[in-house]
């Protein structure tokens, strides 16, 4: 039986786990995937004390920061269900196999949103792409669109208009949520496109992706003809698991928390983009204050 079994292995997994170790809590550290949705950033320039860094550099410095300490079980599987037991909670993997932990916190993160329009399913993959950052290699040279008007596509459009030859920002709004930074960087670019209050209807294509249907005309046309397609418009937290175990939601639909990071399950606390802490401010050093925030919690309960 663990002392804690954080879920995640994103930043506030990481920084939980960091956290854990350092309290003495014998910790296992599970999650499907490393990294999280860190390491979809490629240019991180706001985590103190590193000027530039990239996502995945980060997340990797983290993961071997938390896997050095002995007291934390690091294991990459998938969680497929999380119990309530007399003595604390129980979790079955993909394999069916089981572990114990005393308490739990759900750093579960974010699944990124998609735009359920015709030819967003049969494309994905084919040119319909959810992280500019990862992909916008395979654009090189070639005309693709990003959608939203977050830091994530913002971001994404600047980072993609360093190799594309066109790129055209597709924003449903006249104004950007993003970071000004992000905003002044992409108007530098002479090969960026601001399409504003326009939305995509429909994505067309044959073997890939070749053309956006608009709902609005835009310069004369209501289609672009792209080689791909960033679906860039955030994220849904990450919440089933903890919601089967009973752990209420907030208003906007993420784990509600209170000022210890404890869901509405004693015991079951949640860090990061999965948590209603922090404003809904997802970002490196909330995930990380939060993860730290949560073991300082779970080290108060296993007390008292
Ligand atoms: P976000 O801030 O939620 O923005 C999503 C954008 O997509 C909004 O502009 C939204 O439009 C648009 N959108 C949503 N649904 C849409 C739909 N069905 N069709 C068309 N447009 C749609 O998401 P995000 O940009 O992924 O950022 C998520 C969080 O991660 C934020 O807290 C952000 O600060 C953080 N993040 C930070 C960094 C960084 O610091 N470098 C980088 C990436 C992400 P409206 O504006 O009309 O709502």
Redesign the pocket.
């Given at each position: 039986m663990f002392d804690t079994a954080i879920i995640g292995l994103g930043a506030a997994g990481y920084t939980a786990a960091i956290y854990s170790a350092r309290y003495k809590l014998t910790t296992l550290l599970v999650g499907e995937e490393e990294g999280g949705?860190g390491i979809?950033?490629a240019?991180?320039?706001?985590w103190p004390g590193d000027i530039e860094v990239t996502g995945p550099e980060l997340m990797e410095r983290m993961k071997k920061h938390a896997a050095s300490f002995t007291e934390v079980t690091l294991r990459q599987t998938r969680v497929s269900k999380v119990e309530k037991t007399k003595a604390g909670f129980r979790l079955t993997f993909a394999d069916g196999k089981t572990e114990e932990a005393r308490t739990v916190i759900f750093a579960t993160g974010s699944n990124?949103?998609h735009?359920?329009v015709p030819g967003e399913k049969e494309f994905a993959g084919k040119g319909v792409s959810y992280c500019a950052t990862c992909d916008a290699f395979f654009f090189k040279g070639k005309t693709v669109a990003v959608?939203?008007?977050?830091?994530?596509?913002?971001?994404g459009a600047a980072i993609v208009a360093q190799v594309a030859r066109r790129v055209y920002l597709?924003?449903?709004?006249k104004?950007?949520?993003?970071?000004p930074y992000?905003v002044q960087k992409l108007r530098e670019k002479n090969n960026v496109t601001l399409v504003l209050e326009r939305?995509?209807k429909e994505i067309k294509g044959d073997q890939k992706v070749t053309e956006l249907v608009l709902d609005k005309p835009f310069e004369g046309s209501d289609k672009i003809a792209v080689d791909g397609v960033f679906v860039?418009?955030?994220?849904l937290p990450a919440v089933a698991l903890a919601q089967t175990l009973g752990c209420a939601l907030d208003e906007r639909g993420y784990l509600k928390v209170d000022a210890s990071m404890q869901t509405s399950v004693p015991g079951a606390f949640a860090a990061g983009?999965v948590s209603g802490g922090s404003n809904?401010?997802?970002?490196?050093v909330t995930a990380a204050g939060e993860g730290a925030v949560a073991v300082s919690g779970v080290f108060g309960f296993l007390q008292s």
């Open positions: 949705m979809t950033a240019e991180v320039g706001n990124k949103r735009l359920d959608v939203g008007g977050g830091d994530s596509a913002v971001e597709i924003h449903r709004r104004e950007y949520r993003a970071e992000w939305q995509i860039e418009i955030g994220a983009d809904h401010f997802a970002q490196f």
